[in-house]
């Protein structure tokens, strides 16, 4: 079983950009798909962007189009969430995990402690 850490949320303007990070521990990352979801206050998480083991496809939701892009670098265990043209809509606390591409949810069991991203205004 691997264990994801992610990192680099902050506090940005609309219009800005950050780039998330999601670490893994364990050998066997490269054989998984991994995703980006997100929590905003009062709502339920949701699938952000997912992609897969090998880095060739990628899937986003229909909100981040064209302004997120997911990739990932199997020798750093590492996969990225590059956001642009941020919105204050886009304010949650963002979550990576091993996720399913046919049903775009997540598959593995725990959840981290993700990392806030606050877009003002």
């Known amino acids: 079983q691997i264990q994801l850490v992610e990192s680099g949320g902050g506090l940005v303007q609309a219009g800005g950009s950050l780039r998330l990070s999601c670490t893994a521990s364990g050998r066997t990352f490269s054989s998984y798909a991994v995703g980006w979801f997100r929590q905003a206050p009062g709502k339920e998480r949701e699938f952000v962007a997912g992609?897969?083991?090998?880095?060739?496809?990628?899937y986003y939701a229909d909100s981040v189009k064209g302004r997120f892009t997911i990739s990932r670098d199997n020798a750093k265990n590492t996969v990225y969430l590059q956001m642009s043209s941020l919105k204050p809509e886009d304010t949650a606390v963002y979550y990576c995990?091993?996720?399913?591409?046919?049903?775009?949810?997540?598959?593995?069991?725990?959840w981290g402690q993700g990392t806030q991203v606050t877009v003002s205004a």
């Open positions: 995990n091993t996720v399913s591409l046919v049903t775009m949810t997540a598959v593995g069991r725990s």
């Open positions: 992609i897969n083991w090998g880095g060739g496809i990628t």
